[in-house]
């Protein structure tokens, strides 16, 4: 059972139980408290999630079959997802508003929506091992920060197109990509402080943590290449070439392979993590019509899958042979995914 709470007009609270009775979190609430889950259903196989930023839905897919189980309205402009520790809920950030939107997977329903007020356009985002949703929140050059007990932190970077993020394995550093600053700003999430900034050039959007957090991989709208850096020093150490243009950067479950989304010629690079060699290059579609951006690895590091905006669909690929298995359609420009276990 999900208990949350939201302060409402003349600083009366609310509380109500999300699953018994069904009560959403109020939408224009200036914060609104996600506690945790105590008996969610669980989800019984691995579903795949699609944030539709063209129609404003999620799309829930049984994974085995491509079947599409339920398409479930969101807030304006879903981009990324967000699972959380148990497997059981979904976080969606609404790029064209201030909120968050918490799904239960296997009920597929709306648990309800949290508001991240004064924070503005949220993208980026991640649900942290210790319950934390931290969010990039683009419009005000911020980070949102929400606490389990519904505590709303935020941190500013004051940089512009705040858009990505990353947090080590401490849980305590994050970093983000700042599209129209040419930046990288490290934040301390524990002191809610942004520690420093790394001058990265061009249009950094795309970003992924190797070697356990030691090494940093950022993309660069604005040239094709990725650069990576000592999160130690702050020094740019290495820079390699890939496909135009590496618009999302992740690293795999298993730590063995980086992979970038080069979405103007439909293509996958695919990097050793440990030496930072070239392995391959994946054709996907090939197209830049076919607006490739989001990437996703299975959990076992063996199937990647691909974001094709252009013509809502995700491509499914096998990793180690380059082939593209299937391709399974969403709503209307599909773009974050997110696999529920």
């Known amino acids: 059972m999900l208990l ?4 409402l007009p003349g600083g009366q609270r609310g509380i109500g139980w999300a699953i018994a009775i069904g009560r959403l979190i109020m939408r224009h609430a200036p914060i609104a408290v996600l506690a945790g889950v105590l008996f969610a259903s669980p989800a019984v196989a691995e579903t795949l999630l ?5 129609e404003d839905t999620l799309s829930l897919i049984a994974l085995d079959s491509g079947a599409e189980l339920a398409r479930l309205p969101t807030g304006k402009m879903p981009h990324e997802i967000a699972i959380s520790p148990d497997g059981r809920q979904a976080a969606v950030v609404a790029y064209g508003s201030t909120t968050i939107d918490v799904f239960d997977v296997a009920k597929r329903t709306k648990l309800g929506t949290i508001d991240l007020s004064p924070n503005q356009r949220p993208h ?9 949703l931290v969010a990039t929140t683009e419009g005000s050059e911020s980070v949102a920060v929400v606490a389990p007990d519904g505590k709303l932190t935020s ?4 940089q ?5 993020v990353v947090v080590a394995p401490d849980n305590r550093t994050a970093y983000t990509a ?4 040419g930046t990288v700003s490290v934040l301390d999430l524990k002191e809610g402080r942004k520690l420093r900034d790394l001058t990265i050039g061009g249009k950094p959007e795309g970003l992924a943590l190797a070697k356990r957090g030691r090494e940093l991989w950022v993309g660069d709208l604005d040239a094709p290449r990725v650069s990576i850096w000592d999160t130690a020093s702050g020094e740019k150490i290495a820079e390699q070439p890939v496909d135009p243009v590496a618009i999302r950067v992740l690293a795999s479950p298993d730590g063995e392979l980086v992979a970038t989304s080069n979405i103007a010629s439909g293509t996958i690079s695919l990097f050793d993590a440990e030496t930072r060699t070239p392995l391959k290059t994946i054709k996907v579609s090939g197209e830049q019509v076919k607006g490739q951006v989001t990437l996703l690895f299975s959990a076992d590091s063996k199937r990647l899958y691909a974001a094709e905006t252009g013509h ?4 499914e690929i096998n990793v180690a042979s380059g082939e593209v298995l299937r391709r399974i359609a969403a709503g209307k420009n599909g773009d974050g995914l997110a696999i529920a276990p």
């Open 160 to 164: 512009k197109g705040t858009h990505m």
């Open 124 to 132: 980026g985002l991640l649900w942290l091992p210790d319950g934390r």
């Open 312 to 315: 809502d669909k995700v491509a």
């Open 178 to 181: 700042n599209i129209g600053s």
């Open 4 to 7: 949350v709470e939201a302060r």
């Open 155 to 158: 941190i500013a970077t004051g």
């Open 50 to 54: 699609v944030g539709n930023k063209g």
